[in-house]
């Protein structure tokens, strides 16, 4: 009888309630929009991407049915040449190459911005600000400066070069084959380094102190502190930034596009700007959404072994 | 009495406002807002705003509102948009895009508007209406032409003890060498050479080829393609011009040049840093407002068969999804009329129109190369993609010019590329 009376007590009346609590589904309706907007605007596009990878489309047949071809883009894709190149250009220079000196970049910075001289004098919140610059300003604008910079003639790195006497002549760095690169990745670096300094100093911020100073009564020097407890505990958010890092670069088209267009020659060509050459230069969809494919699963792959590496150390799988 | 004059007066305001209302949505209903989208730099448009603002002023029920955008995106931004039933009402072509467009069905077929309602001295006046036929309907309605001429400042050649413009491009190689002083900070000849797939390689290496007698494609028989040149023609046009870099002639800085309306070209022929360079009109008069020095047109250099340059220039067309086709014609008939081109700075695609143009003795180069001009149809009707060919002569011109490839690697993967696309295309 008493069981009867508690279970009476707190069953709900409303049958919609009492089969929703039944079912546990108040879960999967409080998601539920966020899965439909992630379906409208993600997934969709994305399905019909693979599926246009499949098919001979030409751009001025979008929202037609293309021909069905099975896999022959993707084998025209991986067997030409220049995907070899461009997959060469996206992985070296254009992003283990960026990634690496903004880590290393990045690190030194924030550990610099975190010197308690900032604190004391009260210019945290400024040099914050100064740093985050570069992040602010749209990467259209950041490469236009940096071109103008750069430019040969009348730039001001070539005007300060010849002015001390370090060259005779301005020297045209995105179109020399032994600079060009080098100039690619100063305006990716210049522009995206905000990013990896703020996430870093957050993290050296929400370091307890007590760590530091009893690793300095334990009598630890201040390199020792800084190399066996605060790199330590900067692992995770490093694990993150480079995953980040890493996919944002891998998959970015704008800095190569806007300051060589993947010239000269074909010298800075990476994927993205053949996808782009492909389906808006060649009007072949199919071709580009194919090279977005492939894109995808090297992204994928690598996110996949990453986190299985990080999560098995962090872990303490071995 | 005090209710009735009450009753009065609000039944009276309530009959203005109503018929103020009605008025109001009929006239709006009546009003016809239609978009004309342009893709010329800003900075040569002022005349052909002033053509919309006079058009405007004087329709007030067909109002029209003036979009730009970038060159290089037009195109697939159209693809984008028609299929999904947006665009604009009526869009600024060049003239190679027509086809492309006609054949998506993105464009209305304009030989229904045209028979109704001819335009100007009647399509029969119109230049190029080749390029913008597709299967014997016109598509695009040509609205401006133009070539391009050398551009040169006269004093430095004057200086440099050049008494007339170098007439083969042999020719322009030796005037270039004299008129180089790398001291000063002056270069004999200078071009756009950048790779990027829109950049103007393209056309400067397609003058040299066909005034050489040669071709990238040619149709043997109706239908059938074939490569109209060498590996041997394509390095030679890449030797020469990679001389100019070589032998110092022209700045490294314009291997990253892919415009020819690029501040390098049109402010460095005015600051004298380039005493030669090529040019379409509206930029050789936007050279002409930045130089403190005279400067002058001359013909395109002859090569071993001819003197040759490309007959360029606009279409308009019309949205296949417009709701106005009507308006919009009437606004096309307007535009390609004698009254837009009192103050749009282009020359207009018509014979009668071009025959009564005064044309100013510094554009003399364009008078001279206008009848010798040709249009690109030798490609548009092949089977590859003039985007496609313009991208590739652009990459491998400019790997030869960054020392990437030499001139007969880079010839070669031009051959290569143009066989297996014939290949593709034949198979379907």
């Given at each position: 009888?008493?069981?009867?009376?508690?279970?009476?007590?707190?069953?709900?009346?409303?049958?919609?309630?009492?089969?929703?609590?039944?079912?546990?589904?108040?879960?999967?309706?409080?998601?539920?929009?966020?899965?439909?907007?992630?379906?409208?605007?993600?997934?969709?596009?994305?399905?019909?991407?693979?599926?246009?990878?499949?098919?001979?489309?030409?751009?001025?047949?979008?929202?037609?049915?293309?021909?069905?071809?099975?896999?022959?883009?993707?084998?025209?894709?991986?067997?030409?040449?220049?995907?070899?190149?461009?997959?060469?250009?996206?992985?070296?220079?254009?992003?283990?190459?960026?990634?690496?000196?903004?880590?290393?970049?990045?690190?030194?910075?924030?550990?610099?911005?975190?010197?308690?001289?900032?604190?004391?004098?009260?210019?945290?919140?400024?040099?914050?600000?100064?740093?985050?610059?570069?992040?602010?300003?749209?990467?259209?604008?950041?490469?236009?400066?940096?071109?103008w910079?750069?430019d040969a003639r009348y730039g001001?790195?070539n005007q300060?070069?010849v002015g001390?006497?370090?060259i005779q002549q301005g020297i045209p760095?995105l179109a020399k084959?032994?600079?060009?690169?080098?100039?690619?990745?100063?305006?990716?670096?210049?522009?995206?380094?905000?990013?990896?300094?703020?996430?870093?100093?957050?993290?050296?911020?929400?370091?307890?102190?007590?760590?530091?100073?009893?690793?300095?009564?334990?009598?630890?020097?201040?390199?020792?502190?800084?190399?066996?407890?605060?790199?330590?505990?900067?692992?995770?958010?490093?694990?993150?930034?480079?995953?980040?890092?890493?996919?944002?670069?891998?998959?970015?088209?704008?800095?190569?596009?806007?300051?060589?267009?993947?010239?000269?020659?074909?010298?800075?060509?990476?994927?993205?700007?053949?996808?782009?050459?492909?389906?808006?230069?060649?009007?072949?969809?199919?071709?580009?959404?194919?090279?977005?494919?492939?894109?995808?699963?090297?992204?994928?792959?690598?996110?996949?072994?990453?986190?299985?590496?990080?999560?098995?150390?962090?872990?303490?799988?071995? | 009495?005090?209710?009735?004059?009450?009753?009065?007066?609000?039944?009276?305001?309530?009959?203005?406002?109503?018929?103020?209302?009605?008025?109001?949505?009929?006239?709006?209903?009546?009003?016809?807002?239609?978009?004309?989208?342009?893709?010329d730099p800003?900075t040569e448009?002022g005349g052909?705003?002033?053509?919309?603002?006079?058009?405007?002023?004087?329709?007030?029920?067909?109002?029209?509102?003036?979009?730009?955008?970038?060159?290089?995106?037009?195109?697939?931004?159209?693809?984008?948009?028609?299929?999904?039933?947006?665009?604009?009402?009526?869009?600024?072509?060049?003239?190679?895009?027509?086809?492309?467009?006609?054949?998506?069905?993105?464009?209305?077929?304009?030989?229904?508007?045209?028979?109704?309602?001819?335009?100007?001295?009647?399509?029969?006046?119109?230049?190029?209406?080749?390029?913008?036929?597709?299967?014997?309907?016109?598509?695009?309605?040509?609205?401006s032409a133009d070539t391009f001429s050398m551009a040169y400042r006269p004093d430095l050649l004057a200086a440099a003890g050049i008494k007339s413009f170098p007439d083969s491009w042999d020719d322009l190689a030796t005037a270039s060498k004299a008129l180089t002083d790398t001291a000063k900070g002056q270069y004999g000849f200078c071009f756009p050479a950048g790779?990027?797939?829109?950049g103007g390689m393209w056309i400067l290496a397609n003058y040299y080829l066909w005034s050489n007698g040669k071709?990238?494609?040619?149709?043997?028989?109706?239908?059938?393609?074939?490569?109209?040149?060498?590996?041997?023609?394509?390095?030679g046009a890449m030797t020469y011009f990679n001389a100019y870099f070589a032998n110092g002639l022209t700045p490294d800085s314009l291997i990253t040049v892919n415009s020819w309306g690029d501040p390098e070209l049109v402010g460095g022929l005015g600051r004298g840093d380039c005493a030669i360079t090529f040019f379409p009109p509206q930029t050789f008069r936007a050279a002409q407002g930045q130089s403190e020095q005279p400067l002058l047109t001359a013909p395109i250099p002859k090569g071993s068969v001819k003197r040759i340059s490309h007959l360029g220039g606009?279409?308009?067309?019309?949205?296949?999804?417009?709701?106005?086709?009507?308006?919009?014609?009437?606004?096309?008939?307007?535009?390609?009329?004698?009254?837009?081109f009192?103050?749009y700075n282009q020359y207009p695609?018509?014979?009668?129109?071009l025959a009564s143009l005064n044309f100013p003795a510094a554009e003399q180069g364009y008078v001279d190369m206008l009848p010798l001009a040709q249009?690109?149809?030798?490609?548009?009707?092949?089977?590859?993609?003039?985007?496609?060919?313009?991208?590739?002569?652009n990459?491998?011109f400019g790997?030869v010019y960054s020392?990437?490839?030499?001139p007969?690697?880079?010839?070669?993967?031009?051959?290569?590329?143009?066989?297996?696309?014939?290949?593709?295309?034949?198979?379907?």
């Amino acid at each position: 009888m008493t069981t009867t009376l508690a279970t009476a007590r707190t069953a709900p009346r409303d049958p919609l309630a009492r089969y929703w609590s039944r079912n546990r589904l108040e879960p999967y309706a409080l998601v539920l929009p966020a899965m439909a907007i992630l379906a409208i605007f993600f997934a969709g596009p994305a399905l019909y991407n693979i599926a246009l990878s499949f098919q001979q489309l030409s751009l001025f047949d979008l929202g037609r049915e293309g021909k069905w071809v099975g896999f022959d883009n993707f084998v025209e894709v991986l067997t030409d040449p220049a995907t070899g190149h461009a997959l060469f250009n996206t992985a070296l220079p254009l992003t283990i190459v960026t990634v690496a000196v903004r880590l290393a970049l990045g690190l030194g910075l924030a550990l610099l911005l975190n010197a308690s001289v900032f604190r004391r004098w009260k210019l945290g919140w400024l040099v914050r600000s100064l740093v985050l610059i570069p992040w602010v300003t749209p990467p259209v604008v950041a490469v236009a400066a940096w071109k103008w910079l750069l430019d040969a003639r009348y730039g001001v790195v070539n005007q300060l070069l010849v002015g001390l006497g370090i060259i005779q002549q301005g020297i045209p760095f995105l179109a020399k084959t032994n600079t060009v690169w080098g100039a690619v990745e100063t305006m990716l670096i210049w522009r995206e380094l905000p990013f990896v300094v703020i996430t870093f100093l957050a993290a050296l911020q929400s370091i307890p102190s007590d760590l530091r100073e009893a690793a300095r009564m334990d009598g630890a020097s201040e390199l020792q502190i800084q190399t066996r407890v605060v790199l330590p505990l900067l692992r995770p958010v490093t694990a993150v930034i480079v995953m980040l890092t890493t996919i944002w670069t891998f998959n970015n088209f704008v800095y190569v596009w806007l300051a060589t267009r993947g010239g000269p020659g074909d010298y800075t060509q990476v994927l993205a700007t053949q996808m782009y050459t492909a389906s808006f230069v060649d009007y072949r969809m199919g071709s580009g959404a194919a090279i977005g494919v492939v894109m995808s699963v090297i992204m994928f792959a690598f996110a996949l072994i990453y986190f299985l590496v990080v999560f098995r150390e962090r872990d303490g799988v071995r | 009495m005090k209710l009735f004059r009450a009753w009065h007066g609000l039944a009276l305001a309530s009959t203005v406002i109503t018929t103020l209302a009605l008025a109001g949505a009929a006239s709006a209903q009546d009003k016809v807002q239609l978009t004309f989208r342009q893709f010329d730099p800003p900075t040569e448009i002022g005349g052909l705003v002033t053509a919309v603002d006079a058009w405007n002023a004087s329709h007030p029920n067909i109002q029209v509102k003036l979009e730009t955008m970038g060159g290089g995106d037009t195109l697939a931004q159209l693809a984008r948009e028609v299929p999904a039933g947006a665009g604009p009402d009526v869009q600024q072509m060049a003239f190679v895009w027509t086809r492309d467009l006609a054949r998506s069905k993105l464009v209305l077929d304009l030989d229904p508007l045209i028979a109704a309602d001819p335009p100007g001295a009647g399509i029969g006046d119109f230049l190029a209406t080749d390029l913008a036929t597709l299967d014997g309907k016109i598509y695009g309605l040509p609205w401006s032409a133009d070539t391009f001429s050398m551009a040169y400042r006269p004093d430095l050649l004057a200086a440099a003890g050049i008494k007339s413009f170098p007439d083969s491009w042999d020719d322009l190689a030796t005037a270039s060498k004299a008129l180089t002083d790398t001291a000063k900070g002056q270069y004999g000849f200078c071009f756009p050479a950048g790779s990027a797939p829109d950049g103007g390689m393209w056309i400067l290496a397609n003058y040299y080829l066909w005034s050489n007698g040669k071709t990238l494609l040619e149709e043997t028989s109706p239908g059938v393609w074939k490569l109209g040149v060498t590996a041997a023609d394509i390095a030679g046009a890449m030797t020469y011009f990679n001389a100019y870099f070589a032998n110092g002639l022209t700045p490294d800085s314009l291997i990253t040049v892919n415009s020819w309306g690029d501040p390098e070209l049109v402010g460095g022929l005015g600051r004298g840093d380039c005493a030669i360079t090529f040019f379409p009109p509206q930029t050789f008069r936007a050279a002409q407002g930045q130089s403190e020095q005279p400067l002058l047109t001359a013909p395109i250099p002859k090569g071993s068969v001819k003197r040759i340059s490309h007959l360029g220039g606009r279409a308009l067309g019309i949205n296949a999804n417009t709701k106005h086709p009507k308006e919009a014609w009437e606004f096309v008939r307007y535009l390609v009329g004698p009254e837009t081109f009192k103050t749009y700075n282009q020359y207009p695609a018509q014979k009668s129109l071009l025959a009564s143009l005064n044309f100013p003795a510094a554009e003399q180069g364009y008078v001279d190369m206008l009848p010798l001009a040709q249009t690109f149809e030798r490609y548009i009707s092949s089977p590859l993609q003039v985007s496609t060919m313009t991208a590739l002569i652009n990459r491998e011109f400019g790997a030869v010019y960054s020392g990437q490839r030499s001139p007969d690697e880079a010839a070669a993967n031009v051959i290569k590329e143009l066989e297996d696309g014939l290949k593709a295309a034949a198979k379907g």
